[in-house]
C-alpha cells in the first residue's frame, strides 16, 4: 500500500482473500482492524496481530468509532453465493453493507477505498473482456449487487472527495479457499477416489489468480494510481477449462478417476461458462501476474492438499 497507509480497516477479513490481504498488510506493518460477522470467514483465520471486530454490516451503526484512526478502507465483505435461491435478499445485503460503509467513512472523513468487485458484473461477454466494455449485463444477483455497489462508489467518488480503487477479480485461488472448484474436487477424490462428478459438461473455461498474485496486483493498483475511481480487472492472459481443473487435482493426488458430467453448458443458474478479462490495461501500468491460470490452480491444488495433510 502507499507509505501514508497506517492503518487499514478490512471488512469481510476473515474471509479468503480478506484474511491473506491482512497477512501481507501486517507483514508490512500497517495495523490492521478487521471487522466480518464471520458468516462466510472464520475467526481463526485472523492473525492475532489482527483486531477482529465481530459485527454485521447490515446494521447501519455496525462501523460506529472504527473508523476514527484508520486512513483506508478495504471492502471485501459480501454474501458471494452465485447460485443463491434469496437473489433480492443478496443483492439487498450486499449494497446495504456497501452503503454502511460508505456513511461511516464520510462521518470518520475517511477518503481512501478499495473495493473488490468481480468479473461478474460484464455477465456473459466477448473474451478477453476490457474494463471499458458495455452494455455491462450481469446474469447473476451477486454480479447485479457487484455493479450496483461499483455504481454507488463512482457517484459517492465524485460528490464527497473519495479516492476508489475498484479491483474486478477473475476467480481467485489459493490456500484457505473453500466453497470452489478446486476444494470440491478434492473432497469428492477423498470420499470417492474412482469416480468424480463435474458440475455442467466441464468445457467451462475461466481464468484463475493466485491469491498472492491478487495481492501483488492491488497492491500495485493502489501505489500507482489517484483518480476518483479507478477502474481494474485483475486475472491472468489464459484460462483452464474444468475439465483441465479436475485433471490437475487428480494428477496432484496421483488418481485417475472417471469423469461424470450433471450437463448444461453451466454449472448452475447464473454461473458464467467462459470468462477472460483483459488485463492490458493492468499491463500498462507496469504489472503482469507470476502464474498463468493452469500454475495458479496446480500451486493452489498443492496448497489446499497440504492443508488437508496437515
Known amino acids: 500500500m502507499k507509505p ?20 501481507r498488510l501486517l507483514a508490512e506493518g500497517v495495523s490492521v482492524r478487521v471487522v466480518d460477522d464471520c458468516s462466510n470467514g472464520d475467526a481463526d483465520q485472523v492473525p492475532d496481530a489482527a483486531e477482529l471486530v465481530e459485527t454485521d454490516l447490515r446494521e447501519p451503526d455496525a462501523l460506529d468509532g472504527l473508523l476514527s484512526d484508520v486512513d483506508l478502507v478495504a471492502h471485501l465483505a459480501a454474501s458471494k453465493h ?27 472523513d475517511v477518503s481512501a477505498l478499495l473495493y473488490t468487485s468481480s468479473s461478474t458484473v460484464y455477465g456473459e461477454a466477448p473474451r478477453p473482456t ?20 461499483e455504481s454507488l462508489l463512482s457517484a459517492s467518488a465524485h460528490t464527497q472527495d473519495l479516492t476508489v480503487w475498484n479491483v474486478r477479480f477473475a476467480n481467485v485461488v489459493g490456500p484457505r479457499l473453500r ?25 467451462q473455461e475461466k481464468s484463475y489468480l493466485h491469491v498472492e498474485d491478487c495481492l501483488d496486483a492491488i497492491e500495485h493498483v493502489v501505489s500507482h494510481t489517484d483518480a476518483p475511481i479507478n477502474t481494474f480487472n485483475l486475472g491472468t492472459r489464459t484460462t483452464t477449462s474444468v475439465d483441465r481443473i479436475a485433471a490437475i ?3 496432484e493426488m496421483g488418481l485417475d478417476p472417471a469423469f461424470e458430467y450433471t450437463g448444461g453448458d453451466r454449472g448452475w443458474t447464473g454461473d458464467v461458462p467462459k470468462m477472460r478479462l483483459s488485463i492490458e490495461k493492468l499491463s500498462a501500468l507496469g504489472w503482469e501476474p507470476d502464474r498463468s491460470s493452469d500454475e495458479a490452480v496446480r500451486t493452489a491444488t498443492r496448497e489446499l492438499l497440504d492443508e488437508v495433510r496437515e
Open 249 to 251: 487435482v487428480a494428477d
Open 179 to 203: 466453497g470452489a472448484v478446486i476444494p470440491d474436487f478434492i473432497e469428492k477424490l477423498r470420499a470417492d477416489p474412482e469416480t468424480l462428478t463435474i458440475l455442467g459438461d466441464g468445457r
Open 4 to 23: 501514508a497507509v497506517e492503518r487499514v480497516l478490512v471488512t469481510g477479513g476473515a474471509g479468503f482473500v480478506g484474511s491473506h490481504l491482512t497477512r
Open 130 to 149: 476490457p474494463e471499458d466494455y458495455a452494455p455491462l449485463e450481469p446474469i447473476s444477483a451477486y454480479g447485479a449487487s457487484k455493479l450496483a455497489d
Open 82 to 108: 452465485v447460485d443463491t435461491d434469496r437473489p433480492y435478499r443478496q443483492f439487498h445485503d450486499n449494497t446495504r453493507m456497501t452503503r454502511t460503509v460508505l456513511e461511516a467513512m464520510a462521518d470518520a
